[in-house]
Every structure is written in C-alpha cells, then in structure tokens.
C-alpha cells in the first residue's frame, strides 16, 4: 500500500510508541509527534502532576483535547498515550482519520522497560506488574478494534520494528 499521510500508534506504556515512532518518522520522511508530550508542554507540568492536581479524569479531557486537534495534521507520525483508546472517541477519531498501528508486547516487556520510570502515574503502585496485566486484559481488545496493523515489539529492537514497518508499506 501507499506510505499513509497519517500514522497513529497505539498501545501500552513501554511497548515504544514514542521511541519508534520518532524513528519512523525520519525513516518515512513525516513529521512527529507525541500526545503525552504536547499535553506537557500545553501545561508546563509533567503527567504525574497533573493527574495529583486534576486525577485521571482531568488528564483524559486534555488528551481527548489533544488527540481531537493532532489527528488533524497531515504528514505526521503520532504517538498517542497508553490510555487514549479506553475512551470512545479517542477511538472512532484515530480510527477514522489516520492508518492505526497497535504496537504490542507483554506486561513482563512492558516492566522491563517502565520499571525505573517515575513518569507514569498507573504504575506508581506496590505491584506494577500486576497493575500492567489488567491494564492489558482491559485494553487489548481496544487497541485492536481499531488498529489496521499489529505490530510486536517483544524483544525486539526499536530498529527492527521500523524496518518491518517500512517493507510493509513497500511491499502491500
Ligand atoms: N523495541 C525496544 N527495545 C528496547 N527498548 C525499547 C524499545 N522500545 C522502547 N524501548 C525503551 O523502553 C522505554 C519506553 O519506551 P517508550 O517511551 O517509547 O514507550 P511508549 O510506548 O511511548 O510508552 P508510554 O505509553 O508510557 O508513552 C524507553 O526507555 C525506551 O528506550
Ligand atoms: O496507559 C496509560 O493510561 C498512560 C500512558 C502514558 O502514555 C500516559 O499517557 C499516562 O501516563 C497514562
Ligand atoms: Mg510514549
């Protein structure tokens, strides 16, 4: 198929939205950019204060916010947070207007590569990977109604990943 004007990636915390899509941006000469990022900088507060100052909700209405506005742009690669698809519109948005890519990979991956990071608030618990597991069970069958391609990224490198990509949009 056609390399899309419009990437969106979903996904849980860790599987490397942001990491690999940076990459892919450059690979496929778009743009990038990153919900999580644009909502800390519309802010000027990192996500663990605003969910201490506004809880979950608050952050929710400022990422529907975002995502309604960023799924506009043409020529972009989006990472989209962790949560986004847990609300309807979040989903029948970035289902609609962009090319959705759940990039997936286990709880255990996802601990591994979270573990030593501050800056997610669902994980601040006593078990976090036990918080990822019913995260995951939740929102899976989310993250696939919507995507048109799965890619893992379990053990695998961020470059290896883009590569799969890339030779998918060459080859179909
Ligand atoms: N394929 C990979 N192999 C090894 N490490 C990776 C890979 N992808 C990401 N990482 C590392 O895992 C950590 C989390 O990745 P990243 O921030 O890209 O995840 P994310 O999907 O954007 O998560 P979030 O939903 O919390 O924003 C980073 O430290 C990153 O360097
Ligand atoms: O999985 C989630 O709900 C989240 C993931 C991160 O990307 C951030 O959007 C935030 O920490 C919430
Ligand atoms: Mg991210």
Do not use: W
Request: a negative charge; proline letters at 5%.
């Amino acid at each position: 198929m056609l390399k899309p004007s419009r990437i969106f990636l979903v996904g849980p915390m860790g599987a490397g939205k942001t990491t690999i899509g940076r990459q892919l941006a450059q690979s496929l000469g778009l743009e990038f950019d990153d919900t999580d990022q644009e909502i800390q900088k519309r802010t000027g507060v990192d996500i663990p204060t605003i969910f201490e100052y506004e809880g979950e909700e608050g952050f929710r209405r400022r990422e529907m916010k975002a995502i309604a506005e960023m799924v506009e742009q043409d020529n972009l690669v989006l990472a989209t947070g962790g949560g986004a698809v847990t609300q309807p519109e979040n989903r029948r948005l970035l289902a609609a207007r962009g090319y959705v890519i759940y990039l997936s990979c286990s709880p255990e991956q996802q601990y591994e590569r979270t573990y030593k990071d501050k800056n997610r608030p669902l994980l601040d618990t006593d078990d976090p990977l036990q918080r990822l597991k019913e995260l995951n069970q939740e929102r899976d069958p989310q993250y696939r109604e919507i995507s048109d391609l799965v890619v893992s990224t379990e053990g695998r490198s961020a470059q290896a990943v883009v590569k799969e990509v890339v030779r998918h949009f060459e080859n179909t």
